[in-house]
């Protein structure tokens, strides 16, 4: 199969409706299992739903996800899939969670050329490809207009982060911040112009998780940095782990590291 949008289209919302089917089994077994088994029963059995799908598809693929590595054929293109991101939000019945995954033509972020990011309970989906843009439910979004970091929406993780020093700045200037605790969903809520950024200096992010996120957000007008490199990238593997900062547009993400260094 060809990386024709379309076909990768169908592909990645198959993969995505064979997680949530999977999920939807599942969850009545919330609270009868030890929470961490039932972290791992939920992400394990979501990556198999992917693996299938692409099997079932016959596809040249290398899957990249954080619960394993596969490559099937001569592993021509390469999926980037976090299966469930949120789990910990899932596995106790908080919003929200999400199935992510992106297909590129390389190893690297800089070669993707599709993603999807789904909803795994509301079923709501964001898609990006070069020809359609960035969609939500098949309507075009758009990144907020610009607006000053002391009165914008700030998503901010520090989930474990044992020192805050880093991030004091930005919580002391910032007058709304909130945290969702799924990256890739927070990433397309600045796609869509819901947030005005998203700030992760924790340096524990995996690239799993947020490189379907960033597509959309590029997508949609929005710009970010990795590890400080304005509109980096990072290779397409388990082991990459980055420091993150993503916004509406430029002028924001150079506030935002004023704001950082003083």
């Known amino acids: ?12 919302h198959e993969a995505a409706s064979a997680v949530r089917e999977r999920i939807r089994r599942l969850l009545p077994q919330r609270g009868t299992r030890p929470f961490p088994a039932f972290k791992v029963l939920l992400d394990r059995n979501a990556h198999e ?19 394993g590595e596969e490559t099937l054929g001569a592993g021509e293109f390469t999926v980037t ?4 991101d949120g789990t910990t939000n899932l596995a106790r019945g908080l919003p929200p969670s999400v199935v992510s995954m992106s297909a ?3 190893a690297h972020q800089s070669e993707v050329f599709a993603a999807l ?4 309970i509301g079923g709501s989906s964001y898609w990006a490809d070069p020809v359609r843009g960035a969609l939500r439910d098949g309507r075009p979004i758009r990144v907020a207009a610009p607006v000053s970091y002391g009165e914008g929406l700030v998503s ?34 600045v796609a869509e112009g819901v947030l005005d950024a998203h700030v992760d200096e924790r340096g524990t992010i995996r690239g799993t998780d947020v490189s ?46 004023a704001c950082r260094s003083r």
């Open 81 to 84: 899939a976090d299966p469930v």
């Open 117 to 120: 990011v789904s909803d795994l």
């Open 212 to 257: 379907a996120g960033l597509f959309i957000l590029g997508q949609a007008g929005g710009a970010w940095t990795v590890d400080g490199s304005p509109f980096g990238g990072f290779p397409l593997l388990r082991e990459t782990r980055i420091r993150l900062t993503a916004a509406s547009g430029t002028e924001l993400l150079e506030e935002i590291a």
């Open 1 to 12: 199969m060809g990386s024709t949008s379309l076909s990768w289209h169908e592909v990645l």
């Open 104 to 106: 590129a033509r390389g």
């Open 156 to 189: 901010m993780d520090v989930s474990k982060m044992a020192d805050l020093s880093a991030v004091a700045p930005l919580i002391t200037r910032a007058r709304h911040i909130r945290s969702a605790g799924c990256a890739a969903s927070s990433l397309c809520r």
């Open 49 to 67: 739903a992917i693996l299938e799908t692409l099997r079932r598809r016959a596809l040249s693929v290398r899957l990249v996800s954080e619960e």
